[in-house]
């Protein structure tokens, strides 16, 4: 099993910034591929944010946030983080972070999950 728990959440005006961390346990985490942020907003469908891959660091975004969050990984302290700069109102959300054992951005594909943790961007 792997466990995920998510930090950093919390209200910031717009334009502020905010780091998501997301540390991951269990022993067989070393098989995880992939690990990415989801979010959903009330009354929207969860969507995708980042991922990165657990081995080589490859990182992919969503168009929504290109040039304003970075995804980046420590590998001896297994977490994970999302560095979200220039918040604007409409990345409220719940953050959660997720852990695949293949190369995906599909929410679907993802085999564990955080708690999430609430963003809030007040314009």
């Known amino acids: 099993q792997v466990q995920l728990v998510e930090s950093g959440g919390g209200l910031v005006q717009a334009g502020g910034s905010l780091r998501l961390s997301c540390a991951a346990f269990?022993?067989?985490?070393?098989?995880?591929?992939?690990m990415g942020w989801f979010r959903q907003a009330p009354g929207k469908e969860r969507e995708f944010v980042a991922c990165?891959?657990?081995?080589?660091?490859?990182?992919y975004n969503a168009d929504s946030v290109k040039g304003r969050f970075t995804i980046s990984r420590d590998n001896v302290k297994n977490t994970v983080y999302l560095q979200m700069n220039n918040l604007k109102p409409e990345d409220t959300a719940v953050y959660s972070c997720?852990?695949?054992?293949?190369?995906?951005?599909?929410?679907?594909?993802?085999?564990?999950w955080g708690q999430g943790t609430q963003v809030t961007v007040s314009s």
């Open positions: 269990g022993r067989t985490f070393y098989t995880m591929a992939t």
């Open positions: 990165i891959s657990w081995s080589g660091g490859s990182t």
């Open positions: 997720a852990a695949a054992r293949m190369h995906s951005i599909r929410y679907v594909d993802y085999d564990y």
